[in-house]
Each structure stands twice: as C-alpha cells, then as structure tokens.
C-alpha cells in the first residue's frame, strides 16, 4: 500500500468521523470542533495532490486552496463562538435545537 493511499483513507476517516460529530453531537463546541476535524481532512488531500503532481504551478495552487480553507475555518469558528456568545447571553444557555432565537 502506497503513502498516498493511506493519506487518502486517513482523510476519508476523518472526515466520516467529523461528519459523525455533526450529526450525532448537541454542545456547540464539538459541533464546531467536528467541523474543524472535516476541514482538516480536506486540507490534507489538498496538500496530498499538491504534493503529488509534478507541475510546481498546480502544486503551488493546491497549497494556496490548503491555506484559503484555513483561513475559513478561523473566520467560521470566530462567528460561531459570536454567535454562540450571543444567544448565551440572551438565553443563558446554548442549545443547538434552539438555535434560532436570534430571529426576533
């Protein structure tokens, strides 16, 4: 078995658990912690075809699609925990059933 197909069955199990985690989970924190796990497996396959392809052009905007993704996944766990701090101080607890108390 070759490194690369154990990355991508690394990357394919770590997105099946993170998508486990959203499912399955309630508190906020490992909803977003699941979520975090799924980019993280996107990234190294984005990493892992950047690595593998020979042309520096194409390994060079796959690691540019590496670091833009990490760059979403900060600006989506900053309005999260906004979002998440909003409704607690409102409700004064975060449950993610009703989540849509910041309606009206």
């Excluded at 989506?76 to 009206?104: C, N, P, Q, T, Y």
Aim: charged share 15%; hydrophobic share 65%; glycine share 6%.
């Amino acid at each position: 078995m070759t490194v690369v197909r154990v990355v991508e069955a690394l990357s394919f199990w770590m997105f099946a658990v993170g998508v486990a985690g959203v499912v399955i989970r309630q508190s906020p924190l490992s909803v977003f912690m699941s979520i975090e796990l799924m980019l993280n497996a996107a990234n190294l396959l984005l990493v892992l075809g950047a690595r593998t392809m020979g042309v520096e052009a194409v390994a060079v905007s796959g690691l540019a699609a590496a670091f833009f993704v990490v760059a979403v996944a900060a600006a989506e766990v900053a309005v999260g925990l906004a979002i998440m701090v909003a409704v607690f101080r409102r409700e004064h607890e975060v449950d993610l059933d009703r989540a849509s108390s910041l309606k009206g």
